[in-house]
């Protein structure tokens, strides 16, 4: 059914348009009502969330009963964090794209509706002309015939003359209403050819209008839903949390606790005493005080409550069971030791104790989900010391920082949760000068370590090279000179800082902070400009970003919009073509020339979608025409002749050129003198690019496909024109470097383990992606010629998002392979694949099928590119008045 069946009840269909803005405006009044009480709500909770903080005890007690409110604190705080959140999502996801929606929706229909308004009412006005005249033609028809019929029935000759007369002027009459009758109906018979030309386009349009409205108005609802289960998702897996905890709650623990820690020596009964005997008790008193010591740190007690924690065999139970002091058993250890440890932390000696007794103990780093809550418990309380103390001993900072990384449990679906997760609440981390000292701390450790021996400094897997190798046998002092040689200072600098980028984000900081931290020590050590960059690109791929997918409805009205411009008016044609085979598409090329010019280039992408590898002429020509508006105007063929007599031209190029075309084509496919030529003619012709090593691989593979070695050279010329690929070759790499960026962020997005686990063996994309980007995949799959020229199909249609689609595509079926190996392990396989017949069952018959189905859109390349580019241009303007 269609609006075009219904033409004549525009008047209903205006009705119905009005009828709808109000439904979406209403509904747009309703969510703007809606965040409005959401965000009044959340602001009366927050005020009794900070009345029931304040009341609530503070960190570093340790009854059943302190952690079950420690946990309700914190379930109120993501309480208040996801309202927010939610608040957030309806402005951004449900409200601005309902005003931008009514407002377009609005203006559309009110020209639509004008539009129509004047053929309606021009037909009806005409329509009701034609009756009037009709009517006026009828009844003047009708007198003039009466009158003609009276002349007969007259008896006298005068009476005759006068019906006669009358008559003769009715006739007039009737002939004049005649003529005024058909003038009216030709007037409606234009109004009507005016109205069947225009009416079924505006209620087309409407149509598409009334179907949008409807299909936004459907996405809205489901986003709203989708927002809000995500909304109680995370409230019910918090509240399962504080249940966990609250169920723990256990009486008799917590008074055994509370009566342990008040216990004192049993109260006597004062005794009669003389002046002189309390004169010798207080001089007994003082005699004691003067020899008595500082208590020691109880070294026993940490080693076995930190034993119990990391023994997994031991039950909870075991808590329970009061023993002996002298009981050495992990099992044995009676609860009240477990809240005695607090006292430990008030001296710097028993901070230090504590982190060197829990990392003795790191080779046991898997926890049950209990125990990992309580050890969790013990360092909250740490860190509250420290911070009450305003205790500023950086190794101990970064020895919890690194130990919160090592230690873990696992969840319901085996997936590893770090002890970080469980301490980043803690308000220590949001303190920016720790985390900048500990930095700074770290760099000098490092610089130390490697000042005898420089060479272990550029392996940064090798041992000693980990933050707890570098702070091994560092004490709280450090020299204050740094080494001399400012290589040496930035390159340590860099790992440390990447180092902490990292663990800055898995404790939760926020970006902002971390950022800040970043790049306030990029400036005390004063690192240049790419390599704070670098950095910074570092953290921003850490955060963890949901992949953004456009909604349906407005991803199907810019198509639809797009491919009006493209097709203007042979649109109908232009959407056929989707339901045509490749050799049914060539037949509308010969119609005409208008027709052959619109759907040439078209046509040939279509057909390189569809086309068999073994159909080389056909694939050779629509390369050709895909890359034609991009090629040099100039004789190849002279600038040969040019380079051959003047080989001094690119002399210090010609080695290096003659050395990879030997390396890259040891066989038939490619004639060496033809590559040699291209390459050599390429440097010539483009001396801000000369020669990079990685072209030789795309110089040859157009070669082996278009068999014609000027043809060749236009079509390489035109590629790394097309594509952008200069920026990609030139000294400084920039393109490049912006590419690893959008890879890591991408590695994130589609394929978080992977990324957590190179972010944790400190691997980029950088390490082994840039062949994969220099050659366009022409180096991996020169023995794969099948799969290459797929690919490359694919590449000349779709850009530079199927070569990112081919990366993830890749790390995918190698995520078993590489997860959990270690970096040397890593590092060869990764490499690995460009050796022939290696690694088959990633470039099997299904990966261009798998490429296709990974989802990248440009939209969401752009937002990564311009997304390094202001990482780019903060590190190139930075101040350091502007980072704290």
């Known amino acids: 059914m269609s609006y075009s069946e219904i033409c004549d009840k525009f008047d209903s269909i205006a009705a119905n348009l009005k009828k709808g803005t109000q439904v979406v405006s209403a509904i747009h009044v309703f969510f703007k009502g809606f965040k409005k009480n959401l965000d009044s709500f959340n602001q009366q909770l927050q005020k009794l969330s900070e009345g029931l903080f304040a009341d609530l005890p ?29 608040s957030k999502n309806v402005q951004i996801d449900i409200i601005e794209p309902l005003e931008l929606f009514l407002e377009h929706f609005t203006t559309t229909n009110s020209s639509l509706v004008s539009r129509g308004s004047i053929a309606a009412k021009d037909l009806a006005k005409s329509t009701e002309k034609v009756q009037k005249t009709k009517k006026s033609y009828i009844e003047s028809a009708k007198l003039a015939e009466r009158s003609e019929q009276m002349i007969a029935e007259e008896d006298t000759r005068e009476k005759q003359d006068k019906a006669l007369r009358l008559a003769l002027y009715n006739r007039m009459l009737a002939n004049k209403a005649s003529e005024n009758y058909t003038k009216a109906h030709e007037e409606m018979n234009t109004s009507w050819e005016f109205f069947d030309a225009e009416m079924p386009e505006v209620m087309e349009f409407i149509q598409q209008n009334e179907e949008s409205r409807i299909h936004f108005l459907k996405y809205t609802f489901d986003k709203y839903i989708r927002h809000y289960k995500s909304y109680f998702t995370v409230i019910d897996e918090a509240l399962d949390d504080f249940s966990a905890v609250s169920s723990k709650i256990n009486s008799s623990i917590d008074v055994k606790i509370f009566v342990e820690n008040l216990k004192t020596e049993p109260q006597k009964r004062e005794e ?43 039950s909870p139970e075991d808590w329970i069971e009061v023993a002996s002091k002298d009981s050495s058993k992990p099992e044995d250890l009676d609860p009240v030791y477990f809240g005695r440890i607090s006292n430990v932390f008030h001296t710097p000696e028993g901070r230090t104790l504590f982190c060197d007794s829990l990392e003795s103990l790191k080779h046991k780093s898997s926890l049950t989900p209990t125990k990992i809550l309580q050890l969790a418990a013990i ?8 911070m009450m103390e305003e205790d500023h001993d950086t190794i101990v900072f970064c020895k919890l920082v690194v130990l919160s990384h090592i230690f873990y449990t696992e969840d319901e679906q085996g997936k590893r949760v770090y002890l970080s997760e469980y301490i980043s609440s803690h308000n220590i981390w949001h303190d920016k000068e720790r985390w900048v000292e500990a930095i700074e701390c770290g760099i000098s450790a490092k610089i130390s370590a490697d000042k005898d021996n420089l060479q272990k400094y550029h ?6 090279n980990n933050l707890f190798g570098i702070l091994k046998g560092i004490k709280n002092k450090f020299p204050q000179k740094i080494a001399e040689n400012e290589h040496i200072i930035k390159s340590a600098a860099v790992m440390i800082i990447s180092q902490f980028s990292f663990h800055m984000i898995h404790l939760g900081i926020p970006f902002e902070t971390a950022n800040a931290v970043i790049l306030k020590c990029c400036q005390k050590v ?30 199907s009205l810019r198509n639809r919009e797009k491919e009006r411009e493209i097709w203007n008016g042979l649109l109908p044609i232009g959407l056929a073509l989707d339901y045509l085979n490749h050799s049914e598409s060539f037949i509308l090329l010969q119609v005409c020339k208008k027709w052959n010019k619109k759907f040439y280039v078209p046509i040939l992408k279509k057909w390189l979608s569809e086309a068999e590898e073994s159909a ?25 002749q040019r380079i051959t007599s003047e080989p001094s031209m690119i002399s210090e190029l010609e080695e290096i050129i003659n050395m990879d075309v030997l390396r890259s084509y040891k066989d038939s496919l490619v004639n060496p003198n033809s590559l040699k030529n291209l390459l050599k003619t390429y440097a010539f012709y483009n001396p801000e690019v000369g020669y990079c090593q990685g072209m030789n691989y795309i110089a040859g593979t157009l070669l082996i496909q278009l068999q014609d070695e000027e043809m060749s050279f236009k079509c390489f010329a035109a590629l790394i024109k097309r594509f952008n690929m200069t920026n990609i070759f030139i000294d400084d790499l920039p393109k490049l470097r912006q ?15 992977v990324y957590e686990f190179f972010m944790e063996a400190g691997i980029t994309s950088a390490h082994f992606s840039s062949p994969w980007f220099i050659t366009l995949y022409a180096n991996i799959l020169q023995h794969k010629s099948h799969i290459l020229i797929k690919l490359w199909d694919l590449f000349f249609q779709k850009g530079w998002k199927i070569i990112f689609k081919a990366a993830i595509a890749i790390l995918s079926r190698m995520s078993r392979e590489l997860i959990g190996t270690r970096y040397e392990n890593v590092m060869s396989v990764l490499t690995s694949i460009s050796m022939p017949n290696s690694h088959s069952d990633i470039f099997d018959e299904s990966f261009i099928n798998r490429l296709k189905q990974i989802k990248i859109s440009n939209a969401l390349l752009k937002d990564l590119e311009v997304e390094y580019e202001n990482l780019k ?3 190139e303007n930075l101040k350091l008045s502007e980072v704290f």
């Open 379 to 386: 360092i909250t309380s740490l860190l509250t010391v420290i």
């Open 739 to 753: 590419f690893f960026y959008m890879l890591d962020r991408l590695t994130g997005l589609l394929l978080p383990e």
């Open 526 to 555: 004063n690192l240049d400009t790419d390599r704070t960059c670098v950095l910074l690109a570092e953290l921003q791929a850490n955060q963890r970003m949901n992949l953004q997918v456009e909604d349906e409805w407005k991803r």
């Open 873 to 875: 241009f903060r590190a």
């Open 272 to 314: 009669m005493v003389s002046y002189e005997r309390w004169k010798e008790i207080q001089k007994e008193k003082s005699k004691q005080e003067e020899t008595q010591k500082e208590p020691e740190i109880t070294t026993e007690l940490l080693i076995k409550i930190l034993n119990f924690l990391t023994n997994n065999d031991s």
């Open 58 to 86: 503070k960190e570093g007690n340790t009854d059943t009963l302190s952690g079950a409110l420690n946990e309700l604190t914190t379930y109120m705080k993501l309480h208040i964090q996801t309202q927010v959140q939610l």
């Open 459 to 464: 392996s940064l897997k090798k041992k000693g």
């Open 616 to 640: 080389q002429k056909i694939r050779s020509k629509a390369w050709i025409e895909l890359l034609r508006d991009h090629m040099p105007p100039i004789e190849y063929q002279a600038f040969v």
